[in-house]
């Protein structure tokens, strides 16, 4: 009964995703903890996902955006809906085990400064293997899904991780007021893509913590792999390959830069070779950045103004 104190929202943002959303607004339906509040986002889906949500209307509050406004703006959308003191960002293509919740609340109790956390995430089409357990954050500045792929018998202990992926992330409503910018808890510059880990990387700058929980299970169809990358729409791969440049004039350090200057430069001399021969049009991607960058200047000056981390904590999760 003292879990259940807490009050949860569980915030969906979809986009033509007809195939997925009723497996999981039946599963957040059942969840063992009472959930306050269900807001589902829709991005102007042009498949069969408004006649999909219609039966979930009185369960629901389902808002129909006339555009779509991309994963941060859709989920700020919902944020600011809602005044409980959890957001769960869910993904509308993940099943959650009915206790979900209720594992994540109790993880999350008397960690003052546990402001994300996140369970183990198996593959929805292949259960015995991980898609995620958090995220980790490498010397070249990319992020990946902790232990991805792996056996899921494995991350079998409660710990602290750099950050939570965006696919079924617990938010304190403590964090999400102290961190976000300008109004917005994920950065609307990002649309889609990275906005999780700029999140992460922002709240460890500011003194929050991340954890992860193991008895928390859910499952996630990964629909970003299927097909291989090139098989993605030019305005989506473009995100996902600039986002990261976006992360890091807000968040990285000078002295870190200089400290792990080989692996970076290693890694930009390979993805600017990989991008001029084999995806020239993602250097289009260079236009927007360079638009934005004064921005996201501003952005990096409010964030240091507010840093009560020390460099040295944050860049301990840089691994190689």
Request: proline residues 2%.
């Amino acid at each position: 009964m003292e879990v259940n104190t807490q009050r949860v929202s569980i915030h969906i943002v979809t986009y033509n995703s007809a195939e997925h959303i009723d497996d999981c607004l039946e599963a957040v339906l059942k969840q063992s903890h009472l959930i306050d509040n269900i807001i589902v986002i829709d991005n102007a889906s042009k498949d069969a996902t408004h006649q999909k949500l219609n039966k979930w209307a009185e369960k629901c509050t389902i808002i129909l955006n006339k555009f779509n406004n991309g994963f941060a703006g859709g989920h700020n959308q919902a944020i600011r809906m809602t005044e409980t003191e959890y957001c769960l960002i869910l993904n509308p293509d993940v099943v959650l085990d009915q206790d979900y919740v209720h594992n994540i609340i109790q993880a999350v109790k008397g960690h003052a400064r546990a402001g994300s956390a996140t369970g183990k995430l198996l593959f929805k089409a292949a259960p015995h293997h991980i898609d995620s357990t958090g995220l980790v954050i490498n010397k070249a500045r990319r992020a990946f899904d902790r232990g991805a792929h792996q056996s899921g018998d494995h991350f079998q202990q409660s710990e602290e991780v750099f950050g939570v992926s965006g696919a079924a992330a617990m938010y304190s409503r403590e964090m999400i007021n102290d961190i976000s910018l300008n109004g917005e808890f994920f950065d609307e510059d990002f649309f889609a893509y990275k906005e999780d880990v700029d999140v992460a990387w922002r709240a460890q700058l500011l003194g929050w913590k991340a954890l992860y929980e193991p008895t928390a299970i859910a499952y996630h169809e990964r629909g970003w792999k299927e097909g291989g990358r090139s098989s993605k729409p030019l305005f989506v791969r473009r995100l996902s390959y600039i986002n990261r440049y976006k992360m890091m004039v807000k968040n990285d350090d000078i002295k870190a830069v200089m400290k792990h200057f080989f692996p970076l430069l290693v890694y930009e001399c390979l993805s600017f070779v990989y991008a001029l021969i084999r995806e020239p049009k993602l250097l289009g991607a260079w236009l927007d950045f360079y638009r934005k960058c004064p921005e996201l200047k501003i952005k990096r000056s409010l964030i240091r103004s507010k840093q009560r981390q020390a460099p040295s904590e944050v860049n301990k999760w840089f691994i190689e």
